[in-house]
């Protein structure tokens, strides 16, 4: 594991990880939903598990979500009264998801996250 891993991408597979365990689909399922292979599926937990092994490592309080350890990013939102939430992307793509649904709205924002880092710097 001698790669220096990007903090946003340790961010996105902290969450995908996180998403596999509350869920109760099997791992090449769930690798399918999540547009990932199953090799990176099994590289990013075995990488984060002993990352999280390492001597001396403590998890600060606010880090490990997603845009976390990038201040001026993100911010925090209420989305409390909407029905639906609008994420505009580069080139003018456009995301509604329900606002009710934490959940999707997550899924939403970090594959939108995702998304545009392969395309621009966002």
Request: glycine share 10%; hydrophobic share 40%; aromatic share 6%.
């Amino acid at each position: 594991m001698g790669r220096k891993q990007s903090s946003g991408a340790v961010a996105v597979w902290q969450e995908r990880l996180a998403r596999f365990e509350r869920g109760n689909l099997t791992v090449s399922k769930f690798c399918r939903r999540e547009g990932v292979s199953t090799a990176s599926f099994y590289q990013w937990r075995k990488r984060l598990e002993q990352r999280d092994r390492e001597p001396g490592r403590v998890e600060q309080a606010g880090r490990g979500a997603a845009g976390a350890d990038m201040p001026g990013r993100f911010l925090p939102v209420n989305v409390a009264g909407l029905n639906v939430v609008e994420i505009e992307l580069p080139d003018h793509i456009k995301i509604r998801v329900p606002a009710t649904n934490a959940e999707v709205l997550r899924t939403a924002i970090l594959t939108g996250h995702e998304a545009c880092r392969e395309v621009a710097p966002c």
